[in-house]
Nanobody, 118 residues
Framework: QVQLVESGGGLVQTGGSLTLSCAAS?????VGWYRQVPGKERELVAA???????NYADSVKGRFTIYRDSAENTLYLQMNNLNSEDTAVYYC???????????????WGQGTQVTVSS
């Protein structure tokens, strides 16, 4: 059975920081963070790519850092200098481990609320 457990969300003031974590169990690898606000589509925030590099949404570049503890199979998102536009439910995304990438499936966490107050 696969599972993603997210934590670290909460209420923070503008300019503050939070670190989200996503602990994965089962044959999955956590690879990215997405966020969603009511009435809008879920959007990519940050994702690990090959070679240990990462992609970031333009709106978070320079403020957010994604990193992974492979030994613990846990993904993190360090968020600094938060502003009101970062308020959203943040979701961890994982990929199933398969012999071929074409058979990979997405696994999603339950989401964690981040609220930035002015």
């Amino acid at each position: 059975q696969v599972q993603l457990v997210e934590s670290g969300g909460g209420l923070v003031q503008t300019g503050g920081s939070l670190t989200l974590s996503c602990a994965a169990s089962g044959s999955i690898d956590p690879v990215g963070w997405y966020r969603q606000v009511p009435g809008k589509e879920r959007e990519l925030v940050a994702a690990m790519v090959s070679g240990g590099r990462a992609n970031y949404a333009d709106s978070v570049k320079g403020r957010f850092t994604i990193y992974r503890d492979s030994a613990e199979n846990t993904l993190y998102l360090q968020m600094n200098n938060l502003n009101s536009e970062d308020t959203a439910v943040y979701y961890c995304n994982a990929k199933t481990r398969t012999l071929s990438p074409k058979y990979q499936r997405d696994v999603w966490g339950q989401g964690t609320q981040v609220t930035v107050s002015s």
